[in-house]
């Protein structure tokens, strides 16, 4: 069983809007800091906003303004909607979970020990 499991991703019109969910079993998230990542093939990983338990956010310069995250630690569910999406933002989105209290290092993807599977976003121009 996955600690951490996305939905919500498809296809969409550069413009368009997408929400994701990460639903997490066998950790409570309320003691977690949780973020979103993203991967192109042939790329690396990069950051897209993360939230520590104390609802303090951050967001990569590409999505500020466009994407907002939010957690509901009582249905254990971590979100990203997604606003105006653009061709650059198709990739794999993943959720990620880490049991450190993070400030700083909320887009610090080496601080992260739970990664989901994976949903699919594709914006089309």
């Known amino acids: 069983q996955e600690y951490l499991v996305e939905s919500g991703g498809g296809s969409v019109q550069h413009g368009g809007s997408l929400k994701l969910s990460c639903v997490a079993s066998?950790?409570?998230?309320?003691?977690?800091?949780m973020a979103w990542f993203r991967q192109v093939p042939g790329k690396q990983r990069e950051a897209v906003a993360g939230?520590?338990?104390?609802?303090?956010?951050s967001y990569s310069d590409s999505t500020k303004g466009r994407f907002n995250i939010s957690r509901d630690d009582a249905k254990n569910t971590l979100s990203l909607q997604m606003d105006g999406l653009k061709p650059e933002d198709t990739a794999m989105y993943y959720c990620?979970?880490?049991?450190?209290?993070?400030?700083?290092?909320?887009?610090?993807?080496?601080?992260?020990?739970?990664w989901g599977q994976g949903t699919q976003v594709i914006v089309s121009a």
């Open positions: 990620a979970a880490s049991s450190a209290f993070l400030q700083w290092g909320l887009l610090d993807e080496s601080k992260y020990n739970y």
């Open positions: 066998r950790i409570s998230i309320r003691t977690y800091s």
């Open positions: 939230v520590n338990t104390h609802g303090l956010t």
